[in-house]
DNA sequence: CAGTGGTCTAGACCACGTG
DNA sequence: ACGTGGTCTAGACCACTGT
């Protein structure tokens, strides 16, 4: 059997496209440095513009590039790796590390939420909006769930929406004992508003943090953070000591 | 200004059809249910087949929606959360909850890895890979990355791949005293082989999770665990004693 | 084999950022 | 105003799964 040509797999256009732009990203590149534009780079790749946006579309789900429309499209600088669970236990606080507090409002919480919470629907429930920051660049987005009856303390109407409100919150929720959390990850594409805070466009891909805050009375408070999948890779240091540092620079020789 | 027209937003079509089936979704069908194919689904919404299949990514990305070439678009089961840390630390184990060895080889880890595992290029490295099953289905392919500096007792031709090997190496790891382990999690696509095994085509969206080994000598291995973004939900449990049960069953009647 | 989702094309127009 | 990426169309063919 002559068969020298192995006629495997007709590996799609668009995939093949993934590999070979990938390795030119490797070879030719700097980090921020804009690509030709699609037009051009579908014509110089004989594809029609559609085949090449999906292997753009891949390499920006993988980190590797960064499209802005009226813009371009920019070679990514590696991810950031942004510490999700901290060494200790502990309830969201106000200003620490790089969260920043956005309001407050009394919005009706999703019902994946409400079932979390073991709230029934109807139930008042505060809301808590925050921003990550890290590095200049909103990272996450976050919204915190507290069911008012876990908070009794909080006057109902002293500052019913804004910064002030959402302080608070806070503030009351560090006077109860915290039993234990847990966590989970998933994948999930940005809601609207969530998007805009993030600087993406809706339907972005992120990564959903639910986080459930347990005291002896049962679940007390529910976090959905929203992370953006692109720039972020969520670090959890399980390890006593260790300590996560990034690539320490990617120190392109001047 | 009689502008009543509020002529804010003109919402992309494919994110309006999004909304609209993914309440459709929730209102007509079951878990298992199959949709009308796509052409007739785009012909009944008024749109391009192209557009009808955009809202239809976005909802298998959130894990919506389940596609399969030569079957069909069905509901899907709401995720599976997969705990990812457990309580206790512990080198990976053979014949552990759901993890299945599949193999060994000496391929060449990714450039990505060897840095993590501060190896030079061109050093042996032993490479294990096992596939983890929960509820019949495959959610996970992981390679973990021992270089065979570390497991000095390992005679390097007993069984050069294969089970056997794969064995051999994790018996070894068992010997050493783990100092400590940490995990990061971030968005990546399915390689070939991965998505093979994942049962999903290549470029799939996968959830990474990279996991350092310490010892006292520093890292002694890395796993890379690909696990599918769209049935996982990843969860870690950071509480003392809470464990995370999903929703109890989602039981068609018969 | 028929029917499904997956890939690909060659166009068009729109929304956005920058000069 | 211009150039960018984002959306959308109406087709075509291919690869896979079932019967």
């Known amino acids: 059997m002559g068969t020298t040509q192995l006629e495997t797999v007709p590996e799609p ?60 499209t920019t070679v990514a600088p590696p991810r950031v790796g942004v510490a999700v669970a901290s060494a200790q236990h502990g309830w969201p606080r106000e200003s620490v ?56 303390g909080l006057s109902p109407l002293d500052a019913p929406s804004g910064p002030a409100r959402a302080r608070a919150v806070l503030r009351e929720l560090q006077k109860l004992a915290l039993d234990g959390q847990d966590r989970s990850v998933e994948l999930g594409s940005a809601r609207a508003d969530d998007a805009k805070e993030l600087d993406r466009l809706p339907g972005a891909p992120v990564l959903l943090v639910t986080t459930r805050y347990f005291t002896a009375a049962g679940t007390a408070a529910v976090s959905v953070a929203t992370y953006r999948a692109d720039t972020c890779r969520l670090t959890f240091g399980d390890s006593g000591d260790v300590q996560i540092t990034d690539a320490p620079t990617v120190s392109v020789a001047s």
């Open 97 to 152: 590390d790089g969260w920043e507090l956005v309001g407050a409002s009394d919005a009706v919480p999703p019902a994946a939420v409400l079932k979390l919470l073991g709230s029934a629907e109807g139930e008042a429930v505060h809301t808590v909006r925050r921003t990550r920051i890290t590095q200049g660049q909103a990272v996450a987005a976050e919204l915190l769930y507290v069911p008012a009856a876990c908070v009794p």
């Open 13 to 72: 256009k668009y995939w093949h496209l993934k590999t070979v732009l990938s390795e030119a990203l490797d070879r030719d590149f700097e980090v921020g440095e804009v690509l030709p534009n699609e037009r051009e780079l579908a014509a110089r790749f004989g594809v029609a513009r559609a085949t090449l946006r999906q292997a753009l579309e891949q390499l920006e789900l993988e980190g590797r590039l960064q499209r802005r429309r009226g813009v371009g």
